[in-house]
């Protein structure tokens, strides 16, 4: 009963928490830009609040060292279906290879790395750190990642639907897409932090997709209709993450099956 009531305060304060910085960034504007990072650090906040009030005397979040190939996954991971998809479209569309970055300035990409890291941390502790291994040790886990993952993309929708978010399709479409993408990517990311039992690779993972795909493959790609295909409501992208999450979740199956004891005869 203890986890069961930690995931709905969980869930609870992490909805507060993020429906105050909503309000401010709708209602704020440009000038309420910067909300939008502190949004990203309200799993955390949460998780870390259910931990004092349920889990004082334990280690529930995943701040253990893993094996460095976990990290090196995480990594590369994202830069493969995000690659596959971005390359696919910029040979069949055509023209739309720009080869131009949003800043000409190695040192400011450079910098932009620990940001990137810093604020999927801000996620990762609350999504993964937290919220999947509790929802393993209620429910199946392959409900457990559906379920997480569900919570995940609805936790975007607010900042979508009023076009502050992944804007260039209607939302109509983006919605579904997007739900499609991250239950793909959230099957990754569960699949390896519960493989590593760590946080640390899901870090990785989410702060290389959100770099590689906003800061270095959508500004080298042509605006217009580049929303639909490639990106987080792009349909390639999304199947690419899709082959991606079956593959890698076949694999880990099959991995286990084979390193599991077989029973005594």
């Known amino acids: 009963m203890k986890d069961h009531k930690a995931i709905a305060s969980f869930l609870a304060i992490i909805f507060l928490l993020s429906s105050i910085c909503y309000y401010i960034r709708i209602t704020g504007g440009e000038a309420a830009a910067g909300m939008t990072s502190i949004l990203m650090f309200c799993p955390a906040i949460a998780a870390f609040i259910v931990q004092i009030v349920y889990y004082r005397r334990e280690k529930i979040l995943g701040w253990r060292r893993c094996k460095f190939r976990y990290i090196v996954a995480g990594t590369l991971i994202p830069f493969l279906y995000l690659g596959f998809s971005y390359g696919v479209f910029w ?12 800043t000409s300035s190695v040192g400011i990409l450079l910098l932009l790395i620990p940001s990137s890291l810093l604020t999927a941390a801000g996620e990762e502790i609350g999504w993964r750190g937290f919220l999947l291994p509790k929802m393993t040790e209620v429910w199946h886990v392959k409900t457990a990642l559906l379920l997480s993952g569900l919570i995940w993309a609805v936790w975007h929708f607010p900042l979508m639907i009023v076009g502050l978010y992944q804007a260039g399709t209607p939302v109509w479409y ?5 739900t499609i993408e991250i239950l793909a990517v959230a099957a990754i990311l569960g699949t390896i932090r519960l493989q590593s039992k760590s946080v640390w690779p899901a870090i990785f993972l989410h702060a290389a997709h959100n770099y590689f795909d906003q800061i270095i493959l959508s500004p080298l790609t042509e605006d217009g209709i580049s929303h639909y295909f490639v990106g987080e409501t792009g349909i390639i ?12 979740i076949k694999r880990t ?4 099956v084979l390193n599991a004891k077989l029973p005594a005869v």
């Open 91 to 102: 040979i069949v569309a055509g023209r739309t290879f720009t080869g131009r970055l949003s």
């Open 237 to 248: 992208t999304a199947a690419f993450a899709c082959l991606t999450a079956i593959l890698l």
């Open 174 to 178: 983006q919605l579904p897409l997007f």
């Open 253 to 256: 199956a099959a991995r286990d």
